[in-house]
Protein backbone atom coordinates (compact mmCIF):
# COMPACT_ATOMS: atom_id res chain seq x y z
CA UNK A 1 0.00 0.00 0.00
CA UNK A 2 1.06 3.30 -0.50
CA UNK A 3 1.95 5.78 2.45
CA UNK A 4 0.68 9.00 3.68
CA UNK A 5 1.12 11.35 0.98
CA UNK A 6 1.11 15.30 1.66
CA UNK A 7 1.71 18.23 -0.48
CA UNK A 8 3.47 20.33 -1.16
CA UNK A 9 6.44 19.33 0.20
CA UNK A 10 7.99 22.57 1.23
CA UNK A 11 6.43 26.46 1.11
CA UNK A 12 6.86 29.65 1.60
CA UNK A 13 4.58 32.33 2.51
CA UNK A 14 4.47 35.86 3.90
CA UNK A 15 2.97 37.07 6.89
CA UNK A 16 -1.07 38.08 6.50
CA UNK A 17 -1.22 35.41 3.52
CA UNK A 18 -3.57 31.89 3.82
CA UNK A 19 -2.09 28.78 3.07
CA UNK A 20 -4.08 24.79 2.25
CA UNK A 21 -2.20 21.64 2.87
CA UNK A 22 -3.16 18.73 1.59
CA UNK A 23 -2.98 15.05 3.10
CA UNK A 24 -3.81 11.99 1.35
CA UNK A 25 -4.15 8.69 4.03
CA UNK A 26 -3.61 5.48 3.33
CA UNK A 27 -6.22 3.61 1.54
CA UNK A 28 -8.93 2.20 3.53
CA UNK A 29 -8.11 4.38 6.56
CA UNK A 30 -10.73 7.29 7.38
CA UNK A 31 -8.81 8.53 10.42
CA UNK A 32 -6.83 11.78 9.40
CA UNK A 33 -4.80 13.50 12.02
CA UNK A 34 -2.61 17.06 11.80
CA UNK A 35 0.55 18.01 14.42
CA UNK A 36 2.40 20.95 14.21
CA UNK A 37 6.28 20.45 15.08
CA UNK A 38 8.50 23.29 15.71
CA UNK A 39 11.80 23.53 17.73
CA UNK A 40 10.05 25.89 20.13
CA UNK A 41 7.31 23.66 21.16
CA UNK A 42 7.66 20.41 20.07
CA UNK A 43 5.19 18.36 18.07
CA UNK A 44 1.33 19.23 18.94
CA UNK A 45 -2.00 18.14 18.12
CA UNK A 46 -4.07 20.16 15.59
CA UNK A 47 -7.29 18.47 14.88
CA UNK A 48 -8.50 14.89 14.04
CA UNK A 49 -11.03 14.07 11.68
CA UNK A 50 -12.47 11.03 11.20
CA UNK A 51 -15.50 10.14 8.15
CA UNK A 52 -15.74 13.74 7.24
CA UNK A 53 -16.10 15.13 11.09
CA UNK A 54 -13.66 16.33 13.49
CA UNK A 55 -13.73 14.54 16.53
CA UNK A 56 -11.24 16.24 18.52
CA UNK A 57 -8.97 19.46 18.21
CA UNK A 58 -5.60 20.59 20.41
CA UNK A 59 -5.30 23.73 21.56
CA UNK A 60 -5.15 26.27 18.47
CA UNK A 61 -6.31 29.30 17.43
CA UNK A 62 -8.79 29.39 14.66
CA UNK A 63 -6.82 30.40 12.47
CA UNK A 64 -6.36 26.97 12.00
CA UNK A 65 -8.76 24.94 10.27
CA UNK A 66 -9.39 21.72 8.45
CA UNK A 67 -11.51 19.33 6.62
CA UNK A 68 -12.02 15.83 5.36
CA UNK A 69 -13.58 14.94 1.99
CA UNK A 70 -15.57 11.55 1.36
CA UNK A 71 -12.59 9.86 -0.11
CA UNK A 72 -10.95 10.40 3.96
CA UNK A 73 -8.48 13.14 1.94
CA UNK A 74 -7.89 15.97 4.62
CA UNK A 75 -6.44 19.83 4.05
CA UNK A 76 -5.79 21.91 7.06
CA UNK A 77 -6.01 25.84 5.97
CA UNK A 78 -4.22 28.55 8.49
CA UNK A 79 -5.17 31.71 7.84
CA UNK A 80 -3.37 35.40 8.53
CA UNK A 81 -0.02 33.65 8.45
CA UNK A 82 2.38 35.10 11.36
CA UNK A 83 5.90 34.27 11.79
CA UNK A 84 5.60 31.82 14.56
CA UNK A 85 3.61 29.60 12.42
CA UNK A 86 6.79 28.32 10.90
CA UNK A 87 6.86 24.54 10.99
CA UNK A 88 6.51 21.34 10.03
CA UNK A 89 3.19 20.26 9.65
CA UNK A 90 2.19 16.01 10.14
CA UNK A 91 -0.55 14.45 9.10
CA UNK A 92 -1.09 10.99 9.82
CA UNK A 93 -3.52 8.22 9.46
CA UNK A 94 -5.65 5.71 11.10
CA UNK A 95 -7.52 2.68 10.84
CA UNK A 96 -10.45 3.01 13.53
CA UNK A 97 -9.83 -0.75 14.32
CA UNK A 98 -6.28 -0.55 14.36
CA UNK A 99 -3.72 1.31 17.01
CA UNK A 100 -0.83 2.68 14.73
CA UNK A 101 -0.69 6.46 13.27
CA UNK A 102 1.03 5.86 10.22
CA UNK A 103 2.57 9.83 9.51
CA UNK A 104 3.55 11.32 6.06
CA UNK A 105 6.82 12.97 5.51
CA UNK A 106 5.38 16.64 6.38
CA UNK A 107 5.23 20.01 4.36
CA UNK A 108 7.69 22.68 5.54
CA UNK A 109 6.25 25.71 5.88
CA UNK A 110 8.18 28.67 5.99
CA UNK A 111 6.66 32.27 6.83
CA UNK A 112 8.68 35.20 6.38
CA UNK B 1 -4.83 15.65 29.78
CA UNK B 2 -1.56 14.09 29.82
CA UNK B 3 2.37 15.00 30.01
CA UNK B 4 5.22 13.49 28.66
CA UNK B 5 8.72 14.41 29.82
CA UNK B 6 11.65 13.42 27.82
CA UNK B 7 14.35 14.00 30.62
CA UNK B 8 17.65 13.85 27.85
CA UNK B 9 17.43 16.04 25.35
CA UNK B 10 20.53 14.61 23.22
CA UNK B 11 22.59 11.28 24.05
CA UNK B 12 25.83 10.57 22.58
CA UNK B 13 26.65 6.99 22.34
CA UNK B 14 29.50 5.04 20.97
CA UNK B 15 28.66 2.44 18.18
CA UNK B 16 27.87 -1.12 19.35
CA UNK B 17 27.28 0.15 22.63
CA UNK B 18 24.39 0.33 24.38
CA UNK B 19 21.69 2.81 25.06
CA UNK B 20 18.72 4.05 27.24
CA UNK B 21 16.53 6.82 26.24
CA UNK B 22 14.74 7.74 29.12
CA UNK B 23 10.59 8.71 29.48
CA UNK B 24 8.26 9.86 32.38
CA UNK B 25 4.38 10.62 31.89
CA UNK B 26 1.96 12.11 33.67
CA UNK B 27 -1.96 11.44 33.48
CA UNK B 28 -4.58 10.73 35.37
CA UNK B 29 -6.37 8.25 33.46
CA UNK B 30 -4.75 5.29 31.77
CA UNK B 31 -2.45 5.54 29.41
CA UNK B 32 -1.04 3.98 25.56
CA UNK B 33 2.19 4.64 25.22
CA UNK B 34 4.52 4.87 22.42
CA UNK B 35 8.27 5.39 21.40
CA UNK B 36 8.46 6.93 17.51
CA UNK B 37 11.60 7.39 15.37
CA UNK B 38 12.31 10.61 12.93
CA UNK B 39 15.23 10.69 10.63
CA UNK B 40 16.32 14.00 9.42
CA UNK B 41 13.67 15.29 6.48
CA UNK B 42 11.04 12.54 7.16
CA UNK B 43 7.51 11.41 9.47
CA UNK B 44 7.57 9.99 12.35
CA UNK B 45 7.98 6.35 12.08
CA UNK B 46 6.39 3.98 14.88
CA UNK B 47 8.98 1.72 16.73
CA UNK B 48 6.68 0.46 19.24
CA UNK B 49 3.91 0.55 21.89
CA UNK B 50 2.20 -0.46 24.93
CA UNK B 51 -1.49 -0.99 24.73
CA UNK B 52 -1.85 -3.53 27.65
CA UNK B 53 -0.38 -6.78 28.86
CA UNK B 54 3.42 -7.50 29.18
CA UNK B 55 5.36 -5.01 30.29
CA UNK B 56 8.51 -5.36 28.04
CA UNK B 57 7.31 -4.51 24.29
CA UNK B 58 9.82 -5.65 21.80
CA UNK B 59 9.75 -3.32 18.70
CA UNK B 60 11.27 -2.93 15.36
CA UNK B 61 14.85 -2.72 14.65
CA UNK B 62 16.19 -3.84 17.53
CA UNK B 63 14.84 -1.88 20.33
CA UNK B 64 12.47 -2.43 23.43
CA UNK B 65 11.08 -0.64 26.07
CA UNK B 66 9.41 -1.31 29.54
CA UNK B 67 6.44 0.25 31.05
CA UNK B 68 6.65 0.77 34.56
CA UNK B 69 3.41 1.52 35.79
CA UNK B 70 4.55 2.49 39.38
CA UNK B 71 7.41 5.02 38.15
CA UNK B 72 5.26 6.21 35.35
CA UNK B 73 8.08 5.13 33.09
CA UNK B 74 8.55 4.29 29.77
CA UNK B 75 12.13 3.48 29.15
CA UNK B 76 13.68 3.08 25.73
CA UNK B 77 17.14 0.77 25.39
CA UNK B 78 18.80 -1.08 22.82
CA UNK B 79 21.31 -3.65 23.30
CA UNK B 80 24.03 -2.48 20.74
CA UNK B 81 23.42 0.80 18.64
CA UNK B 82 24.77 1.42 14.85
CA UNK B 83 25.49 4.14 13.11
CA UNK B 84 22.12 4.26 11.40
CA UNK B 85 20.17 4.35 14.60
CA UNK B 86 21.76 8.18 14.56
CA UNK B 87 18.02 10.14 14.77
CA UNK B 88 15.55 11.77 17.01
CA UNK B 89 13.08 9.88 19.25
CA UNK B 90 9.67 10.63 20.55
CA UNK B 91 8.27 9.36 23.69
CA UNK B 92 4.06 9.71 23.12
CA UNK B 93 0.94 9.32 24.98
CA UNK B 94 -2.99 8.61 24.35
CA UNK B 95 -5.73 8.24 26.38
CA UNK B 96 -7.56 6.77 23.62
CA UNK B 97 -5.91 3.08 22.22
CA UNK B 98 -5.68 4.90 18.76
CA UNK B 99 -4.95 8.32 19.41
CA UNK B 100 -7.48 9.71 18.32
CA UNK B 101 -7.58 12.25 20.94
CA UNK B 102 -4.17 13.26 19.86
CA UNK B 103 -0.73 11.79 20.78
CA UNK B 104 1.06 13.74 23.12
CA UNK B 105 4.63 14.00 22.34
CA UNK B 106 8.06 14.27 24.83
CA UNK B 107 10.18 17.03 23.48
CA UNK B 108 12.06 14.39 21.78
CA UNK B 109 15.84 12.84 22.76
CA UNK B 110 17.99 13.43 19.60
CA UNK B 111 20.46 10.12 19.46
CA UNK B 112 23.85 10.72 18.76
CA UNK B 113 25.97 7.66 17.22
CA UNK B 114 29.88 8.05 17.69
CA UNK B 115 32.41 6.09 15.64
Known amino acids: KAGVTQTPRYLIKTRGQQVTLSCSPI?????VSWYQQTPGQGLQFLFE???????NKGNFPGRFSGRQFSNSRSEMNVSTLELGDSALYLC???????????FGPGTRLTVT | AQSVTQLDSQVPVFEEAPVELRCNYSSSVSVYLFWYVQYPNQGLQLLLK??????LVKGINGFEAEFNKSQTSFHLRKPSVHISDTAEYFC?????????????FGKGTHLIIQP
Open chain 2, 50 to 55: YLSGST
Open chain 2, 92 to 104: AVSANRGGADGLT
Open chain 1, 92 to 102: ASKDPDGYEQY
Open chain 1, 49 to 55: YFSETQR
Open chain 1, 27 to 31: SGHRS
